[in-house]
């Protein structure tokens, strides 16, 4: 038995694969822990910070620790993966 998959199917199936290979999601909006935004982030005003939708980071608070392997502390209570 053989079986044909359109370009459609194709792209729905990477698609899925994809996203379960990522379990980390870079974020262009974080909200604003304290009274600085993270580094490379602007504070747009409303109790969040924003890249502008120039860039995309995967950033997460640091809850008052210090930042795990492969991350860099970036300011603003936040760590982002290197």
Known sequence: MRFATTGLQAAVL???????QAPAQAQRVVPKLGTLCPLGYVDTLNGKCSTLGLMTYTVKPTNGQACPEGWMNVGGGYCRQK
């Open 14 to 20: 990477f698609t899925a694969l994809a996203g379960l």
